[in-house]
């Protein structure tokens, strides 16, 4: 398997005198749906296909619960989740309040073991 790119061509907003550049994006095929997913995931452990679908289905609901709170979801060989803040400074804390934070952002880790299968990926202009 490998990923198939194009190439597409753009100008750097930093520095629009440049002449544009050509950069490798990804052609996507279609979205895998949690069905999909769950089939795949039955074919290969003693799990079902509907006790999969039903258990990624639970766990797309309680994930966000954590999140929400703060915590960061480990994801065993996966990797990880967390929420990380953007705020505007402030000269001192007590000038800070809370509508200077201006987005809550998810953040994904991947595990040491998923970024070392992601390094052996092969590529393939489409």
Avoid: W
Avoid at 82 to 92: C, D, F, I, M, P
Wanted: charge should be positive; glycine fraction near 4%.
């Amino acid at each position: 398997m490998a990923i198939k790119y194009k190439l597409i061509t753009r100008k750097n907003p930093t520095q629009p005198t440049e002449a544009p550049k050509h950069y490798a994006s990804i052609v996507r095929p279609q979205n895998v749906t949690i069905e999909q997913l769950a089939k795949r995931v039955a074919e290969v452990s003693p799990v079902n296909e509907l006790d999969t679908e039903t258990t990624l289905i639970a766990l797309s609901k309680v994930i966000p619960e954590f999140l929400a709170n703060g915590a960061t979801v480990e994801l065993g060989k996966l990797g990880r989740l967390q929420v990380n803040l953007s705020s505007q400074g402030s000269e001192s804390e007590k000038d800070f309040n809370k509508e200077m934070i201006k987005a809550c952002k998810l953040r994904f880790k991947p595990s040491v073991a998923l970024s070392k299968a992601l390094k052996g990926i092969k590529y393939e202009k489409e």
